[in-house]
């Protein structure tokens, strides 16, 4: 049986701030933005190429603003996601360089962190990609 992640909770004060900054920003794709009742708003976002999204709202999660950390995502290309995040205003770490990747951080508005890795040639996800490596 597999076990997919699907969507993963990021808490934010202010709602329309933060999918502004995904969006418009960061290059997510809006998926839904449903005003359910005075007490639930449910935004579900998701990064281009990805199978899992992200959600955030009013009543989506107990999390504080600002305490989800370290969600990462895989980028063919840290050196192209930076200047992309740079050129759109999000303020981009250096990349660093490690034996399993490069990776680029950043954070929203509230603080919320984010990792992007570019995997190493070595990787299984890129041999996966790459039919010549599967023979």
């Known amino acids: 049986m597999d076990w997919k992640i699907e969507l993963v909770a990021i808490p934010v004060t202010d709602v329309d701030r933060a999918k502004s900054f995904y969006v418009d920003q960061v290059g997510f794709n809006a998926d839904h933005d449903h005003v359910v009742s005075d007490q639930l708003r449910f935004v ?27 969600v990462q995502i895989v980028v063919s290309d840290a ?10 205003d999000v303020e981009a770490s250096e990349i660093d360089e490690q034996p399993w990747g490069r990776f680029v951080y950043f954070a929203d508005p ?3 962190t984010w990792a992007l890795q570019q995997l190493p040639e070595w990787a299984p996800a890129n041999q996966q990609a790459d039919p010549a490596a599967a023979s």
């Open 79 to 88: 050196e192209a996601a930076r200047a992309q995040l740079l050129a759109n």
């Open 110 to 112: 509230d603080g919320n």
């Open 44 to 70: 579900q976002l998701t990064p281009p190429g990805s199978a899992c999204s992200i959600v955030l709202g009013t009543g989506i999660t107990d999390m504080a603003p600002g305490s989800q950390r370290g």
